[in-house]
């Protein structure tokens, strides 16, 4: 079982940034394939980021440049770094992790971008 709980949204300019972190239970950190989803109003949820265990990174092409995934073991957080925000960033974040075919979601945080 991994739990995730995610942390950092909030209300920011367009051109600014913010740092979003994800912390998740359990003594599996280190073998779980994690990721970054957003989902604006009236969309369908979509990949912004993904890490592997291995530290492996992809990006999403809207977000390539601006964004950039991270995870620690100690503690066991994932990191999205979001630099040069725009409004079509406005979403909420959702971290999820997978394991073993498995994956697992958090409750989300927003992100609002003002122009």
């Known amino acids: 079982q991994v739990q995730l709980e995610e942390s950092g949204g909030g209300l920011v300019q367009a051109g600014g940034s913010l740092r979003l972190s994800c912390a998740a239970s359990g003594s599996i950190f280190s073998k779980i394939a994690m990721g970054w989803y957003r989902q604006a109003p009236g969309k369908q949820r979509e990949l912004v980021a993904g890490?592997?265990?291995?530290?492996?990174?992809n990006y999403a092409d809207a977000v390539k440049g601006r964004f950039t995934i991270s995870r620690d073991s100690a503690p066991n957080t994932v990191y999205l770094q979001m630099n040069s925000l725009k409004p079509e960033d406005t979403g909420v974040y959702y971290c999820?992790?997978?394991?073993?075919?498995?994956?697992?979601w958090g409750q989300g945080t927003q992100v609002t971008v003002s122009s």
């Open positions: 999820r992790a997978l394991y073993t075919g498995q994956e697992y």
């Open positions: 890490i592997s265990s291995g530290g492996s990174t």
